[in-house]
C-alpha cells in the first residue's frame, strides 16, 4: 500500500533553506542551520499524534471558528502562552495583532467561498508566534499554524504577510478536502492550492484585479538583504529571484522544463510553477474570483494522489458544474482547457 504522506508544510522550501546554509557569510549560515534545526523539531511533534482523520472528529459541528493567539515566547513550544482570543482587545504586539487581524481576513474568504473555517466545521484556528529565536520560517502542521520573527535581515517576520497566513492555512483547508498526498505531482497541486488561496485572497484583500495584481508570493517577508525579490511568482514562475544569496528562482512555467529531481519532496514547490501559471492565465481572462470558484470546486472533488492530469481533468469539470450554476461565465470551461494547454497539460 502506499504510504501517505501528511502535509507539514513550511512557508519557505527546503532548497531556500539549504542556499543559505552553503553561503559564504557565516552569520546567514548559521541562522539557517538553526532554521533547518527548529523545522525538524516541528516534525517530531506529529510522530505519535492523531491522524487527520482523527483530529477532523474531534471536532464540534457548529463551533465559532475562533481565533486564538499563543506567544512561543521565543522557545520551540507552540500553545505556550495564550495572549489574545476572539473578540479580545488588542495587545501591545504587533505580531500577534497583526496575525489575528490576516487570519480573520482569511477566514471571511472562506466563508464567502461558503466554508466555515478551514475544515468546513467551525475549528478554532490555531496561530502561534515567535516560534524560535530569529526562526526563519512558518509553517502548518496538521491543526495549528507557527510563525518564526524571521532574522530582520534576509527574512521579516512571518506574521507580516496576509499571503504567508493564507497560503499556510489554505494547507488546512486542503487537507481537510483533497488531503493531497505531499510529494511529487500531487504534493506540487497541495503547494499550488495554496499559492492559489494566497493571491486570491490577497488581491480580495487590496481590491485588486488579476491585470493589477502582482501575483508575487513571499515578497512581503523579504528582509533588506533581499529586497525586491520574493520566493514565486504566478504570472511568470522561474522569475521570482536571482541573486548570490539564494541564487535563482527554479520553477518552471511549463511541463517541457518539469522538474524530476528527488529534492524538496520531489519538487513541491518547484512544479507548482506549472498549474500556477495556469491559473493565473484562467484568473486574467476571467478575474481572480470566479476562476477561485473553480478551483474551490475542483479542491472539494480531489483526491490524495490525484496527478497534473486528474486535476486538469477536475478542475475542467468544476468549470462546466458552475457554468451550469451560472456563477462563472459560459466559456470557462475552454479558458480552463486553453490555459493548462499553454503550460503543456493538454
Ligand atoms: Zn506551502
Same mark, same amino acid.
Given at each position: 500500500?502506499?504510504?501517505?504522506?501528511?502535509?507539514?508544510?513550511?512557508?519557505?522550501?527546503?532548497?531556500?533553506?539549504?542556499?543559505?546554509?552553503?553561503?559564504?557569510?557565516?552569520?546567514? %549560515?548559521?541562522?539557517?542551520?538553526?532554521?533547518?534545526?527548529?523545522?525538524?523539531?516541528? %516534525?517530531?511533534? %506529529?510522530?505519535?499524534?492523531?491522524?487527520?482523520?482523527?483530529?477532523?472528529?474531534?471536532?464540534?459541528?457548529?463551533?465559532?471558528?475562533?481565533?486564538?493567539?499563543?506567544?512561543?515566547?521565543?522557545?520551540?513550544?507552540?500553545?505556550?502562552?495564550?495572549?489574545?482570543?476572539?473578540?479580545?482587545?488588542?495587545?501591545?504586539?504587533?505580531?500577534?495583532?497583526?496575525?489575528?487581524? $490576516?487570519?480573520?481576513?482569511?477566514?471571511?474568504?472562506?466563508?464567502?467561498?461558503?466554508?466555515?473555517?478551514?475544515?468546513?466545521?467551525?475549528?478554532?484556528?490555531?496561530?502561534?508566534?515567535?516560534?524560535?529565536?530569529?526562526?526563519?520560517?512558518?509553517?502548518?502542521?496538521?491543526?495549528?499554524?507557527? $510563525?518564526?520573527?524571521?532574522?530582520?535581515?534576509?527574512?521579516?517576520?512571518?506574521?507580516?504577510?496576509?499571503?504567508?497566513?493564507?497560503?499556510?492555512?489554505?494547507?488546512?483547508?486542503?487537507?481537510?478536502?483533497?488531503?493531497?498526498?505531499?510529494?511529487?505531482?500531487?504534493?506540487?497541486?497541495?503547494?499550488?492550492?495554496?499559492?492559489?488561496?494566497?493571491?486570491?485572497?490577497?488581491?480580495?484583500?487590496?481590491?485588486?484585479?488579476?491585470? %493589477?495584481?502582482?501575483?508575487?508570493?513571499?515578497?512581503?517577508?523579504?528582509?533588506?538583504?533581499?529586497?525586491?525579490?520574493?520566493?514565486?511568482?504566478?504570472?511568470?514562475?522561474?522569475?521570482?529571484?536571482?541573486?548570490?544569496?539564494?541564487?535563482?528562482?527554479?520553477?518552471?512555467?511549463?511541463?517541457?522544463?518539469? $522538474?524530476?529531481?528527488?529534492?524538496?519532496?520531489?519538487?513541491?514547490?518547484?512544479?507548482?510553477?506549472?498549474?500556477?501559471?495556469?491559473?493565473?492565465?484562467?484568473?486574467?481572462?476571467?478575474? #481572480?474570483?470566479?476562476?477561485?470558484?473553480?478551483?474551490?470546486?475542483?479542491?472539494?472533488?480531489?483526491?490524495?494522489?490525484?496527478?497534473?492530469?486528474?486535476?486538469?481533468?477536475?478542475?475542467?469539470?468544476?468549470?462546466?458544474?458552475?457554468?451550469?450554476?451560472?456563477?462563472?461565465?459560459?466559456?470557462?470551461?475552454? #479558458?480552463?482547457?486553453?490555459? $493548462?494547454?499553454?503550460?503543456?497539460?493538454?
Amino acid at each position: 500500500m502506499k504510504k501517505h504522506r501528511q502535509c507539514i508544510c513550511h512557508y519557505l522550501p527546503p532548497y531556500v533553506i539549504g542556499k543559505l546554509a552553503r553561503t559564504s557569510d557565516p552569520e546567514a %549560515r548559521e541562522k539557517a542551520r538553526l532554521s533547518a534545526i527548529y523545522g525538524k523539531i516541528s %516534525r517530531a511533534k %506529529r510522530v505519535g499524534q492523531p491522524s487527520v482523520n482523527l483530529l477532523s472528529t474531534a471536532v464540534s459541528p457548529g463551533a465559532g471558528a475562533n481565533r486564538k493567539v499563543y506567544d512561543s515566547q521565543n522557545t520551540l513550544k507552540q500553545r505556550k502562552k495564550l495572549v489574545l482570543e476572539e473578540g479580545g482587545p488588542t495587545t501591545g504586539d504587533i505580531a500577534v495583532n497583526t496575525v489575528y487581524e $490576516f487570519a480573520g481576513i482569511v477566514r471571511d474568504y472562506l466563508k464567502k467561498l461558503g466554508r466555515h473555517s478551514i475544515d468546513n466545521q467551525g475549528m478554532d484556528i490555531i496561530l502561534n508566534v515567535h516560534f524560535g529565536n530569529q526562526y526563519m520560517n512558518a509553517f502548518w502542521d496538521g491543526d495549528e499554524m507557527t $510563525f518564526g520573527d524571521g532574522d530582520g535581515s534576509i527574512f521579516t517576520n512571518f506574521t507580516k504577510s496576509l499571503d504567508v497566513v493564507a497560503h499556510e492555512l489554505a494547507h488546512g483547508v486542503t487537507q481537510y478536502t483533497a488531503n493531497l498526498d505531499y510529494y511529487s505531482q500531487s504534493g506540487a497541486l497541495n503547494e499550488h492550492f495554496s499559492d492559489v488561496f494566497g493571491s486570491a485572497i490577497q488581491q480580495f484583500y487590496n481590491k485588486q484585479d488579476a491585470g %493589477r495584481a502582482d501575483w508575487l508570493v513571499g515578497n512581503e517577508i523579504m528582509g533588506p538583504t533581499l529586497f525586491g525579490e520574493s520566493l514565486r511568482s504566478m504570472k511568470a514562475p522561474g522569475s521570482a529571484y536571482d541573486n548570490s544569496l539564494l541564487g535563482s528562482d527554479p520553477q518552471p512555467s511549463h511541463m517541457r522544463d518539469y $522538474f524530476t529531481g528527488q529534492d524538496d519532496n520531489q519538487g513541491v514547490h518547484i512544479n507548482s510553477g506549472i498549474p500556477n501559471k495556469a491559473f493565473y492565465l484562467v484568473a486574467k481572462d476571467i478575474g #481572480t474570483d470566479k476562476a477561485m470558484l473553480i478551483w474551490y470546486r475542483a479542491l472539494r472533488m480531489l483526491w490524495p494522489d490525484a496527478n497534473f492530469g486528474d486535476a486538469v481533468e477536475i478542475i475542467s469539470h468544476a468549470a462546466r458544474l458552475l457554468v451550469k450554476d451560472r456563477a462563472v461565465p459560459e466559456g470557462s470551461p475552454q #479558458t480552463v482547457r486553453l490555459a $493548462f494547454k499553454e503550460v503543456g497539460l493538454p
